[in-house]
């Protein structure tokens, strides 16, 4: 429901301070130590996570460098165990075979009920029921990356934020049929499984995900009918980046490279490499040679991409335009890009310099919450999802405000920066939905400890039940 008016006003009050310095803890060039850890605890938790908890920023009051730097070796250890998926959600991390036969079974039903409907004197045409397996498996990987995000003991949070950052880099639209059924496996087993293990791993189980292979229509190319979509944009985005110095005919070699990749529904396969398919002639891809080598062939070339310079600047780059700030400096840029290139990609020792920085805890490196931030650190504060209401709630926010959950359509990836999403219009959907969270939920005092005098003085004249809204809905809350 939307805010009343004088409701509003008090909001536009609180909000203003958005389009000037950051909060008052973080816009000083000097503060007491014990105000520079609430600032730093604040910047770690929110970064490498969503938001700090009670005993979060209890943990990391007393040295939140050292407690970052656990959180890294917890989330890497944690990517190697399954997730803790509660048990109405733990369809979307079955069997990939067992996923890929049930949605070949429901393109059958949905088959049959189209001929059947188009005999005369038919009943009218399939509903929307017909196509539950696929949207059933949608809606519970979108619940699930809110489950995740904001509850500690089902995820850890750093790990929680690796899974969104590669997620988005790697991404898939959920609005492409064929996507929808194996959206949830792919986060899980593709991205989260990877997320601070070897990049060029993290790319080849992105290849060979039938979420990916549908979505940029890799399982349709073949020696017979190339598609160079997948390999366009395993250059252009997942790897080198557009003014790197490939060519047309680059994308055309590597997307002969990359024939007979597929998915074999019938057969439970999600991934098949169809040799029959395969461009066998030989292949000159930057400059380097690729022969007629089966499945390794394309392996090979994706590793080749995933270890060049430019894609270790550019990763290396979004990196830390996720985590430092949205114009990082340059000269983080170059020793993160370094690492990456010294270790062949180690993400997790690329992170580990990121924490170690002087640049990621420079008070002057500011980061704005993104829908998908704002939505995930309130359901922090919150203590999780605690009942259906909370996800339906957050999914419609976050399609209200230009970041649907799955639902970026083109490869690139949602946009992180503060021009894109800081407006007037967006500020207001996020107070919405901050009062309506927060007339439900206990208020998290523990927050007023990283505020402002000012935020804290305003919100303090207001009546109690508004006070959580507007804790969530306040200037400091929405910075990182």
């Excluded at 007393?62 to 048990?87: G, M």
């Excluded at 997320?195 to 979505?215: C, I, N, Q, T, V």
């Excluded at 829908?371 to 995930?376: H, R």
């Amino acid at each position: 429901m939307p805010i009343a008016k004088p409701l509003a006003g008090l909001i536009a009050a609180l909000l203003a301070g958005l389009a000037g310095p950051a909060a008052q803890a973080e816009g000083q060039d000097y503060a007491p130590p014990s105000t520079a850890r609430l600032a730093d605890t604040w910047r770690a938790a929110s970064r490498l996570g969503y938001a700090p908890t009670p005993d979060s920023a209890q943990a990391a009051a007393a040295s939140p460098r050292a407690w970052a730097l656990r959180q890294l070796d917890a989330a890497y250890a944690a990517s190697k165990r399954p997730p803790t998926l509660p048990a109405e959600l733990a369809g979307i991390n079955a069997p990939l075979g067992d996923v890929a036969r049930s949605f070949r079974a429901e393109q059958e039903a949905r088959r049959m009920m189209r001929e059947k409907a188009a005999k005369p004197g038919a009943a009218a045409a399939m509903g929307a029921g017909d196509e539950r397996f696929s949207r059933e498996m949608a809606q519970d990987a979108a619940a699930w990356r809110l489950m995740s995000c904001s509850d500690p003991s089902l995820e850890n949070p750093l790990l929680a934020r690796m899974t969104e950052f590669w997620f988005n880099h790697l991404n898939v639209f959920v609005g492409k049929g064929p996507v929808r059924p194996f959206v949830g496996h792919y986060e899980i087993n593709a991205i989260r499984a990877n997320a601070l293990g070897r990049f060029e791993d993290l790319l080849l189980a992105s290849a060979k995900h039938p979420a990916m292979l549908f979505y940029l229509d890799q399982a349709q190319s073949n020696s017979r009918g190339l598609n160079e979509n997948y390999a366009r944009e395993l250059m252009e985005l997942h790897t080198l980046g557009v003014n790197s110095g490939y060519t047309q005919k680059d994308v055309r070699e590597l997307a002969r490279i990359l024939t007979g990749w597929t998915v074999n529904l019938k057969d439970g396969e999600g991934f098949r490499f169809a040799e029959r398919l395969h461009d066998k002639e030989g292949k000159v891809l930057l400059g380097r040679t690729f022969g007629n080598e089966s499945v390794a062939e394309g392996e090979e070339a994706i590793r080749y991409l995933a270890r060049r310079p430019e894609t270790a600047r550019r990763v290396s780059t979004r990196l830390a335009s996720f985590f430092v700030a949205d114009k990082p400096p340059a000269a983080l840029v170059d020793k993160l890009a370094a690492i990456f290139t010294d270790t062949q990609g180690d993400i997790r020792l690329v992170m580990r310099a990121l924490i170690e920085s002087p640049e990621f805890w420079a008070k002057g490196n500011q980061l704005f919450k993104t829908p998908l931030d704002f939505a995930c650190s309130a359901l922090t504060a919150a203590g999780g999802v605690k009942e259906r209401r909370d996800v339906v709630q957050t999914l419609g926010f976050l399609a209200q405000a230009g970041q649907p959950m799955h639902g970026w359509q083109t490869p690139d990836g949602y946009k992180t920066d503060a021009n894109t999403w800081l407006a007037p219009e967006a500020l207001t959907r996020r107070a919405d939905y901050a009062m309506g969270l927060g007339q439900r939920m206990a208020e998290p005092a523990y927050l007023n400890a990283f505020f402002s005098v000012a935020t804290r003085e305003r919100i303090a004249q207001e009546p109690a039940q508004m006070r959580t809204g507007l804790m969530l809905a306040s200037p400091d809350f929405m910075r990182k």
